[in-house]
């Protein structure tokens, strides 16, 4: 081999070296010990980009690269990118990593696995056919802690029309509800197969998501020979206690 020869394989074999480090992360306060290989496999990925050339993160005090996150699924994200192997519980939130870290080979195979599959495809494209969705829970919540000073329950009236045909109801029913008018929620129409009960579903467990006691029952509203009575109307109560 030539002296030229050499330098060259030097070179080119100190350019590879790199990517064989140890590196030592700290994400949030949970430890990992990875190859640098590891977290450039994806370089279309932010943990490439962050640790592509010289690194762009802070140390802490014993010199591990910090990523000021939570750490409690970076070990799925890890293991994935040594092994491609997915993680078999915490689905959701390794997905909410994996969208954080950009990590296109995860994601997609994530969202085709059987319990990512049917929220996505299934609940959350129906729900997104449903008018002012998250606003509306947003609503509900902020009306709910508004009524809980002082209070054990704080009840809301909803209104849910699923079809336009319900939606021409509409002002003679809320003319008819002798609850307070202004604080009444209202949702749909919408035009998918899932019904009434399906939306109240949705409206509990996205609430209860995030933290809440709630419950759901039909508002029963008093009959009367000379009116029509509407089975538009549920009451909504948060539990504080």
């Not at 009444?184 to 019904?195: E, I």
């Not at 419950?215 to 009959?223: A, D, F, G, L, R």
């Amino acid at each position: 081999m030539s002296l030229q020869d050499y330098k060259s394989s030097e070179k080119q074999a100190s350019a590879a070296a790199p990517n064989f480090h140890v590196v030592q992360l700290n994400v949030g306060g949970h430890l990992y010990t990875t190859a640098l290989s590891t977290l450039r496999k994806h370089p279309d990925s932010k943990l490439a980009e962050l640790f592509s050339g010289q690194p762009k993160l802070r140390s802490d005090a014993q010199g591990r690269y910090f990523i000021d996150r939570d750490g409690s699924h970076f070990g799925a994200i890890l293991e994935f990118l040594r092994s491609e192997q997915l993680p078999k519980k915490n689905l959701p939130e390794v997905h909410k990593e994996a969208l954080h870290y950009n990590i296109k080979p995860l994601i997609k195979r994530l969202e085709e696995a059987p319990q990512l599959f049917g929220e996505l495809v299934g609940r959350q494209q129906f729900l997104s056919r449903v008018p002012h969705y998250k606003e509306n829970i947003e609503v509900l919540i902020r009306i709910a802690r508004a009524e809980a000073i002082a209070a054990r329950h704080s009840t809301i009236i909803i209104c849910v029309l699923k079809t336009e045909e319900d939606l021409g109801f509409y002002d003679n029913a809320i003319n008819s509800l002798e609850a307070d008018k202004e604080s009444v929620v209202t949702f749909g129409p919408w035009k998918a197969a899932p019904l009434v009960t399906d939306l109240l579903d949705c409206v509990k467990m996205d609430i209860e998501s995030q933290g809440y006691r709630v419950s759901i029952q039909p508002h029963v509203m008093e009959k009367s020979f000379l009116s029509r009575s509407y089975d538009y109307f549920y009451e909504l109560t948060f539990t504080w206690w």
